[in-house]
């Protein structure tokens, strides 16, 4: 099997490096990573340095390359690009992808697998979602300080059956994964609870604890957790009926000092993924005639700053 990763940050450098790594020698899988700049100068030179808090590991994958031609056709191709870099890769990847090709995008965001739908690439589309938390620490090091690195993926549209060669692939991978029949009932209870955090987090620029230990904003974080919910309802997405306390809670199992990333990245002046956090919802609660007001004002006032 041919499994390339496109994008080789904190989640695209952990999941790449684990399988690089298990299959550095093997005769029948092959893995391949799509970066770019120094990043992949380094890593063509001295590999791929993961840490997390139990080991360092160096990963060799079969080939390196920012050039998707050089790298050509995959059997599996991982999407773990930030969502503003999403579209504009997709249309990139063609020369990666062949009809039974699995298109599978692990970011952030419940339209991910549309904005890949919407590109027409030829495979089979998936959607997928983890609980990482990993960063580049520098060009060729990738850092995982958090999470307990589940990778969860399954296909939009067809029978889950025809992949459990795939899932053999990837346990034996040294992933911890899990292949679903319900990719959406994952992806959004990812997203319940990363959305809202993402967004008031960002708008306080406030870590995890500071957000949830004031009335005011964990009534914000509620309260777009309800709208998610509502969405989610409308969309025929099944999540369970204590859905929104449950996700308050994930969020309170954080350490206090947890930042999210679009805080981060909104703090440190660098493109954020506004659209995928909350962008997202605005424009599908639109499609689906819905409303959610909290939404539209904390869009509205991230947009302007
Ligand atoms: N990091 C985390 O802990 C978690 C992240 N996520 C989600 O996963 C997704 C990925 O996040 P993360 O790994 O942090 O992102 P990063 O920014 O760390 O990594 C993305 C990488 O993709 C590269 N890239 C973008 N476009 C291309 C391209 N066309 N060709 C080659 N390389 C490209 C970027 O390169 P360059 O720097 O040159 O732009 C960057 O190195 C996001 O949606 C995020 O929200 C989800 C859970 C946890
Ligand atoms: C869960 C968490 C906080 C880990 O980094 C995350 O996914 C994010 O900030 O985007």
């Keep these: 099997m041919r499994i390339c990763i496109a994008g080789l940050g904190g989640v695209g450098g952990y999941f790449g ?8 020698t093997s005769a029948e899988h092959e893995i391949s990573f799509l970066c770019r700049g120094e990043h992949m100068n380094r890593i063509r030179e001295k590999g791929l340095v ?3 808090p139990r080991e360092t590991f160096v990963a060799h994958p079969r080939v390196v390359s920012d050039s998707p031609a050089e790298i050509g056709c995959v059997d599996v191709l991982f999407f773990a690009v930030k969502g ?3 579209q504009a890769f997709a249309k990139a990847a063609r020369p990666l992808c062949h009809n039974q090709t699995l298109l599978i995008p692990l970011g952030n965001g419940v339209d991910n697998a549309d904005i890949l739908c919407k ?11 983890v609980y990482i938390s ?3 620490a520098s060009p060729g090091e990738i850092r995982q300080v958090g999470g307990n690195c589940k990778m969860i993926v399954g296909p939009v549209n067809d029978h889950i059956e025809k992949h459990r060669s795939f899932e053999k692939v990837m346990k034996e991978g040294g992933i911890l994964f899990e292949l679903t029949p319900e990719i959406d009932l994952a992806v959004w209870t990812k997203f319940i609870f990363m959305s809202p955090m993402a967004a008031v987090t960002t708008l306080k620029r406030a870590s995890f604890g500071e957000v949830l230990s004031q009335k005011r904003t964990r009534d914000m974080v509620l309260n777009l957790m309800k709208e998610v919910e509502s969405l989610a309802q409308k969309r025929g997405i099944a999540l ?3 859905i929104v306390e449950v996700s308050l809670e994930k969020a309170q199992s954080f350490p206090p000092e947890t ?22 919802v605005v424009r599908l609660a639109e499609d689906a005639g819905i409303s ?6 904390v869009y509205k006032a991230l947009l302007q700053e």
């Design 292 to 297: 959610v007001p909290l939404y539209e004002k």
């Design 119 to 129: 590109e027409k690439i030829p495979g089979i589309l998936f959607n997928g979602c």
């Design 134 to 136: 990993a960063f580049i």
């Design 50 to 52: 993961v840490t997390t």
């Design 240 to 242: 369970p009926g204590n």
């Design 259 to 280: 930042r999210s990333s679009m805080e981060l990245d909104a703090s440190k002046g660098r493109p954020t993924e506004l659209e995928t956090f909350v962008g997202a």
């Design 17 to 24: 490096g684990r399988l690089a790594v298990a299959y550095e």
């Design 84 to 86: 503003y870099d999403l």
